[in-house]
DNA sequence: GGGAGTTTGCGAAACGTTTCGGAAGATCAT
DNA sequence: ATGATCTTCCGAAACGTTTCGCAAACTCCC
């Protein structure tokens, strides 16, 4: 087995206190050869902290909790998650956090979920867009745990990042309507998912600065996936009055709703436009290229990896937790068929 | 701060060890009655048992700990590693095992690597990828923690899970052979990884088989990135004597390889025809699709951590750890120009 | 009623650190 | 020489669990 302070100690007649003094340098000093000689024997012995018991003592892991949303399998696949976890590890990287990663996420286990905040492993917790079913929320307040979340419900008492929905939405939708379009349909997210609501929200408003009619049919629900965009698409283009635009709520229902028109032999951007949002990797990549709106989301998940270290130190984090969206142009939207 | 099993002890006046016995059911046993008080309290208090104290008096922590590959910065964002991450947290939340991902990528501190093998917080290391110049080779060895690997060098000792390279890239080859491509060039990955090593040796052995004489100028170098696949295929592209196919040792370079076509006026597939390998889930949505070698990434995240769970429980992993590949035939694939 | 066996439950050690209190010795100014 | 201050370093407590050894109190059978 691996060597202990206590070994150290031994061999050279000394007690742990001095060892430990010595191998971190702190809090009281030893003298320089002492501290020499307790280096050389740590190394000869290839002796390695013990970061638990440590843990136990000082209450400090330097390890950050990470909660992914949702209970479905594969949620790793989606590029939002991606684009978070993706910024997530790389601050915490920079500011010397592990990252334990909460991976029971099957509804019973969710319960457990609040232990993760106190059973010593982290230091705080990270919540990726919880829902609004999910206990998340009083589990956070009841435990004096730091967290912070990235777009999720508010919650009294806890920072929230996220991407400025409404900007984002509103240029998206007055690019459709500068080019021309009218006939402006919607597909919204998982309605469990702040993103989603406010987006939806957005849109309706939107549509009420313009004066244009609120349509009820217009407006299709995707889960946030493929294939809940491909299906809303179908409905869309089976309307008796079609939209001649698309605003989806995301990239990956874009891209549903892409292969749809497709499918139903609609042409892009001739005949429909769309825009998606979130503006992940795919996107540039689909063929034709997707009108979308970025979000920095990996930017998002630095920011709060970042506030969250300075709330573990007791400090108040004052960078802003809304982040700007941009509009990208790119070739999935034109004027609409009857202007050209 | 949280209650312990001491507050509990107290409040019923029992002692603490009949109290961890109530709580966790084992190894004695209590009376019914006395146990259920103890349940009692410990719901009342709000009782959370610290998993640290727990680990260091049980040396089992029921954490995995994840170690990415190399050193910069957004490794997060390549599919192969998201897919590997994706397989390897799903099948630990199955297990019920939490995943502690190791963020300090720099180089300096990727020597620190070792201590997380045998710093308590985790039972055993999954090692994504380990490239060559990787220490991870001796300090897997020194420590005798449980440790697996996927697609990384072979090391003696260490269970290495990865894709049948052979299989996969004579599938690929194979299939171009039969459309009648004679001359096909490679764009190889960064050669200090496994993978992109066995991957161009395939392709050699498969001219050999073939008797298509090897051409160094007909190899590329795209380091695995979409920007690499572009600029090894310009080259291609440039010489006197192009090829009339390219097989791309990942997908991404086979995506930079299909924009570099496009940008050099050459139409995909019919003046030049790519195949790609993994079957990224961008591949099937870029114009054309890309043909591509399937590696079932997810499955062997998930199985690694099957693996590797066995090794923490003493019991022999007997899961084969070569997975097999598969031809997934689309449209970035056709007969070269002069046999139309 | 006496031993064997079972049930119940207490106390304490152990895990590997960090850090505090304080003791012993050295240094120095007066 | 005397106290004051500084240096050096030891012993021990603490963190919150798990689990072992042991003892007391029951139960049961002959």
Known sequence: MGSTIKDIAERLNISVSTVSYALNGGP????????????????????????????????????????PPEVSEDVFLSPYLHLALNGVFNEAGRQHQDVLLFTRCSETERE??????????????????PHFSEKAVELAM??????VSISGVPVEGVLTFCVDNEAGVA??????????????????????????IVRLQSYQAFLRSKRIPYREEWVGMGQFMIEGGR?????????????????CANDEMAIGAL??????????????????????????HVYPTITTVAQPISDLGAAAVRALKQLIEN???EESPIFPAQLIVRASTSRPMEHK
Chains 1, 2 share one sequence.
């Open 315 to 317: 400090t108040e984090p």
């Open 171 to 196: 240029m998206a939708l007055q690019h459709l309507y500068d080019l021309g379009h009218r006939k402006i349909a919607h597909i919204a997210g998982r309605l469990d998912m702040q993103d989603a």
């Open 28 to 67: 009281r000093r030893v003298p320089d050869d002492v501290r020499a000689r307790v280096l050389a024997v740590a190394k000869e012995l290839d002796y390695r902290p013990n970061r638990v018991a440590r843990a136990m003592v000082t209450g400090r892991s330097d390890t950050i909790g990470v909660v």
């Open 231 to 247: 299906r809303a698409m179908n409905a869309l283009l089976s309307l008796p009055e079609p939209p001649t635009a698309v605003f």
């Open 259 to 284: 292969m749809e028109a497709y499918a139903c032999n609609r042409k892009v951007p001739d005949d429909i436009s769309i825009v998606g949002f979130d503006n992940s990797p795919g996107t540039a």
């Open 142 to 147: 009841s435990t004096h745990a730091p967290c």
């Open 112 to 129: 457990e979920m609040a232990s993760i905040l106190v059973d010593g492993r982290v230091d705080g917790v990270i919540f990726i867009a």
